[in-house]
């Protein structure tokens, strides 16, 4: 949290995460929620939060004491009615300083790292479907950069273990005066770097269908413009149509997939690069989650689709020849 004001949106936020974490726990998901003030002594609700989860083991809240200010606050301020290139005016470049700030925190902590805004509360399901989509990503890929469950600057995974954010966060450091954050982890997963200033060919970034985090801030306190509330997904429902074609879920290429990129559209192989022994764990990439509206209820439910080949290997000629050669009485036995 960023502003002092009162809202209902951060409580609100914090509150479904942590009603998710006995989820988390069912699911062997080791799961802890840090909650950075960047207004340290100045955020009413941050404090009044901190003590009604001072016991809670899954919660962690922290002061960003060494507060990283805007490097460029003589630039010019942009008119929000008027910024095509989307430059960033002095609030988006202190929220940029701040998301970097909160990476460099959790740097190397945890196995994974998930991005969510104070005013996006987590929808039911969320930490069972996060463990869903990391597993799916990477039985799709060994490597990647990171994975969209939602839109913004919301419900991004991010790989943690290593120094796998520090070449992120040096990138953002650079990006500070050239777009907002959401815009720069954009760039970030689809291939940028420093040295790389276009997407990469290959996808580095997946994109869950189905939105896991719900928006319910009545209005941006960074920029005059955006888009209205009552017109942003819901929980469980697509969200490709708000994101731009490099990190948003293209239903026409995948529609028998809630993965994208998916197996055929830039995925060639499943699994191809995991130990046999762990293949089992990966079986649910034989299936895609459909949602679906019935009356009032949403239903989310696996179904399941062709299954893609593993991998293969051209047989030994002996083997073969043997195998071959093999009466049928022997085989049957």
Not at 107 to 124: G, H, K, M, N, T
Not at 131 to 146: D, F, L, N, P, S
Not at 178 to 191: E, V
Not at 209 to 220: A, D, K, P, V, Y
């Amino acid at each position: 949290p960023t502003q002092s004001g009162v809202s209902t949106a951060f409580p609100a936020a914090l509150d479904a995460g942590v009603g998710e974490v006995p989820a988390a726990v069912r699911y062997a998901l080791p799961v802890r929620m840090v909650v950075m003030n960047h207004v340290p002594g100045a955020h009413e609700e941050f404090e009044q939060l901190r003590n009604k989860y001072a016991q809670h083991p899954g919660a962690e809240f922290v002061e960003n004491q060494d507060r990283l200010l805007d490097p460029y606050d003589r630039m010019p301020i942009p008119d929000d009615f008027n910024n095509p290139d989307d430059v960033p005016g002095p609030r988006v470049r202190q929220q940029t300083c701040d998301v970097i700030r909160l990476l460099e925190h959790c740097q190397e902590r945890s196995r994974y790292l998930v991005l969510i805004e104070d005013d996006f509360p987590a929808c039911e399901g969320t930490l069972a479907a996060l463990q869903y989509v990391i597993r799916k990503a990477t039985a799709y890929r060994r490597h990647w950069r990171g994975v969209r469950t939602s839109f913004g600057a919301n419900g991004i995974i991010l790989p943690n273990l290593g120094a796998r954010l520090s070449p992120l966060i040096e990138y953002a450091r650079d990006q500070i005066a050239r777009r907002p954050i959401d815009h720069i982890l954009t760039q970030w997963m689809c291939g940028n770097s420093l040295q790389q200033p276009r997407c990469s060919p290959v996808r580095e970034n997946f994109a869950f269908r189905w939105n896991l985090f719900e928006h319910i801030g009545f209005q941006s306190s960074l920029r005059e413009t955006g888009v209205a509330v009552d017109v942003t997904p819901r929980c469980w429902e697509p969200y490709g149509d708000l994101l731009w074609s490099v990190d948003g879920y293209n239903e026409l290429e995948c529609p028998y997939d809630d993965m994208w990129p998916c197996f055929g559209k830039g995925i060639t192989a499943i699994g191809d690069h995991l130990d046999l022994l762990e293949v089992d764990k990966f079986a649910f990439h034989n299936y895609w989650i459909r949602v679906a509206l019935e009356g009032n209820t949403l239903d989310v439910t696996l179904q399941k689709r062709t299954v893609p080949l593993l991998f293969s290997f051209e047989a030994p000629e002996s083997a073969a020849a043997s195998r071959l050669s093999t009466p049928a009485s022997r085989v049957h036995s």
